[in-house]
T-cell receptor, first 112, second 116 residues
Framework: DQQVKQNSPSLSVQEGRISILNCDYTNSMFDYFLWYKKYPAEGPTFLIS?????DKNEDGRFTVFLNKSAKHLSLHIVPSQPGDSAVYFC???????????FGGGTRVLVKP | EPEVTQTPSHQVTQMGQEVILRCVPISNHLYFYWYRQILGQKVEFLVSFYNNEISEKSEIFDDQFSVERPDGSNFTLKIRSTKLEDSAMYFC??????????????FGNGTRLTVT
């Protein structure tokens, strides 16, 4: 299932700098997009979401951008902190339900 | 903060055996889900459950799988006759509402199922 793709399996960034994670999708029926963060031995934790009627949503250090025409979204973390080191999953859903289609994840390492 | 709890954290079983994975969703949540992640692969949707019935299921969720809410707090996933390819991390999730990005899914820490 390649409906949601995260093409970068890993990302390394210096503490204090910006982390940019990318996600592409193919299904134009998706209406909601979410980012989840996952630490080892834990379940995914909801981070931030965006509706298809918006192009940007911000929550503290986290901002998600949506480009519907390109079927692309990105997550910006600024400034990055060592505690942000985790695997980040992009997920998408249709308006009618909460079934999530996940990307493969991007492992972020924030170096002190 | 309320949590989704899953037991056991790790289950080892022999091929052909039945397993039951248990979950206690967040108490005021009404929608329940099972997802799984095979090692090295994506997190995949299995099934969603609302009002004591399955609301949606994936192709993976065949006749070997069943879900149940046996009482007011537990939500279980049963695999009738396990296969080697059922080995995965199984995540339970719950949400207050359906169809709203303001009601995101809350996931448990997962049960690692190993079928030998």
């Amino acid at each position: 299932d390649q409906q949601v793709k995260q093409n970068s399996p890993s990302l390394s960034v210096q503490e204090g700098r910006i982390s940019i994670l990318n996600c592409d999708y193919t299904n134009s029926m998706f209406d909601y997009f979410l980012w989840y963060k996952k630490y080892p031995a834990e379940g995914p934790t909801f981070l931030i979401s965006i509706s298809s009627i918006k192009d940007k949503n911000e929550d503290g250090r986290f901002t998600v951008f949506l480009n519907k025409s390109a079927k692309h979204l990105s997550l910006h973390i600024v400034p990055s902190q060592p505690g942000d080191s985790a695997v980040y999953f992009c997920a998408a859903s249709r308006a009618a339900g909460n079934k999530l289609t996940f990307g493969g994840g991007t492992r972020v390492l924030v170096k002190p | 903060e309320p949590e989704v709890t899953q037991t056991p954290s790790h289950q080892v079983t022999q091929m052909g055996q039945e397993v039951i994975l248990r979950c206690v969703p967040i108490s005021n949540h009404l929608y329940f889900y099972w997802y799984r992640q095979i090692l090295g692969q994506k997190v995949e949707f299995l099934v969603s459950f609302y009002n004591n019935e399955i609301s949606e299921k994936s192709e993976i969720f065949d006749d070997q799988f069943s879900v149940e809410r046996p009482d007011g707090s537990n939500f279980t996933l049963k695999i009738r006759s396990t296969k080697l390819e059922d080995s995965a991390m199984y995540f339970c999730a719950s949400s207050e509402e359906s169809g709203s990005y303001n009601s995101p899914l809350h996931f448990g820490n997962g049960t690692r199922l190993t079928v030998t």
